[in-house]
């Protein structure tokens, strides 16, 4: 594993994040700046493009979407977002960019 391979913790995390800032109707940029981070960076993160964060940034990106790190991740949120696409094969939200997990049941 590389320092740029996302764990399923930081996959979660992310994901959350990213559902919780769209509800708020934030941009990364908006994000970004609530955390005192790079908008570059955020996109990274979003991407898996950077490191993993650490606590602080954490800290600072649960707060920003009025949560905290436990929150994030406890549970993995549901997006409810009706936008649906495929990107590299994955079905993802058009809005959140979260991935979705699709269940197709055969006809009876």
């Known amino acids: 594993m590389t320092e740029n391979d996302a764990s399923p913790t930081v996959e979660r995390f992310i994901h959350n994040l990213r559902i919780k800032s769209k509800e708020l109707g ?3 940029d908006d994000l ?3 955390a005192g981070i790079s908008r570059g960076y955020l996109s990274g993160l979003f ?3 950077v490191p993993r964060p650490g ?3 954490a ?3 649960a707060t920003a979407v009025n949560s905290s790190v436990d929150k994030m991740l406890a549970e ?3 997006c409810t977002h009706p936008s649906l696409k495929v990107q590299d094969g994955t079905a993802v939200c058009g809005a959140c960019g979260a991935k979705l997990v699709v269940s197709i049941q055969e006809a009876a």
């Open 55 to 57: 606590l602080d940034v």
């Open 59 to 61: 800290v600072n990106l």
């Open 76 to 78: 993995k949120l549901v």
């Open 47 to 49: 991407n898996g493009h």
């Open 32 to 34: 970004a700046k609530k």
């Open 26 to 28: 934030m941009t990364q």
